[in-house]
């Protein structure tokens, strides 16, 4: 009996320890960085949160919305054109240099446009690869968005504002790192204590965004 009142003390004191971590990350000039992947790691034993794995991305006035998703392994990516044109949808693994790791293995959907108030042309893909995916459109050359598949369940896209708040970490070591589609290389990865309490960390990074281009032909940007 006194066995089983221990071990139910201790369930119950492990899930108060789940912890907060905010993240701000900040650009190369000490600026908010806005579209950051913040994800952490850690080796505590605890509950982990579950990871989103479904997630939608639109086509809409010749641009992926949101520009960056951030799922978990396994997650289903639904694709629909709200367009009243049709947009070709490349997706694949993205290297160093914002390429196709290898084009050959892209996966390629045409999405018809929207006629009137009928249902979007829509389409879907399961990622089971983690890592860092790129979004292009063949017939629209300026389009350009970006998945994240993460291989930790704590992963959050940061605001315009560089924030992002990771909840239920267990209280004790863990790390951080950052991705983000403007980046030359991987980071190093930030070491932090959470504290049960919760934790606060600034992460300042070499990451230069590029400025957003109009893109060409595009009547609605800046509108
Ligand atoms: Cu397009």
Redesign the pocket.
Known sequence: MRAILFCSLLLAASAAQAADLAVTVMDRNGKPLADAVVLVDSGVQGLRPAPVLEATIA?EK?RFVPTVTVVGLGAKINFSNL?S?????ILGLMGAGGVYVDPGLNTQMRLAGRIGSKPPASDSKVLSQPGAYLLG????GS?RGHIYVADTPWAKLGGEDGKALLQGLPEGPARVRIWHPDQLVDGTPTAVQVAATGTAVTITTQIVPARRKRPAGDPYFGG
């Not at 044109?85 to 949808?89: L, P």
């Not at 459109?137 to 629209?140: A, E, G, S, T, Y």
């Open positions: 086509q010749l367009d044109w049709d947009h070709h949808i459109c063949h017939i629209h389009m």
